[in-house]
């Protein structure tokens, strides 16, 4: 029985190891992704040179002031709870705290991230003091009713 090695050299080949190439045609399906070894096509690829997608987020809501991130955990927190900047409440300062610290990402020192997520912390404490002092206890609303 003839060897790997001789069975290649007999089929042209440069090598046992080397692969063959396919002589079928592409089919519609097959040319969507691509080829073993290329770059991929989709946004998680390469961002050099394009903008994030994050940059070209609109929106209509309030902002927060100019610099505000720049300032400590309790007035970043104060600030993005109150009605002024968050008129839907504490919750939606939280998001646009959350946006940031994504949008900045490398960007930020370490130290400037451990500001941030304090005032993460304090603002997630304002929500469920918030939360908690909506609802109505139990006791309460049943003694109205007698």
């Known amino acids: 029985m003839p060897t790997r090695a001789a069975t290649a050299r007999t089929r042209g080949t440069k090598s046992a190891g080397a692969k063959r190439r396919s002589t079928r045609k592409r089919t519609k399906r097959s040319m969507k992704t691509p080829p073993h070894g290329a770059a991929p096509r989709d946004s998680h690829g390469n961002s050099h040179g394009k903008r994030k997608w994050s940059a070209g987020v609109d929106t209509e809501s ?51 991230l451990r500001v941030l997520e304090h005032a993460k912390e304090l603002l997630h404490e304002r929500i469920e003091k918030t939360k908690n ?6 006791g309460a609303a049943q003694s109205l009713k007698a």
């Open 133 to 138: 002092s909506s609802r109505k206890p139990r």
């Open 62 to 112: 309030t902002y927060p002031q100019e610099g505000l991130f720049k300032k400590d955990a309790a007035t970043i927190a104060k600030s993005l709870a109150s009605k002024k900047v968050s008129p839907k409440g504490p919750s939606s300062g939280m998001r646009m705290l959350t946006f940031y610290v994504n949008r900045a990402g490398k960007n930020l020192s370490k130290s400037r």
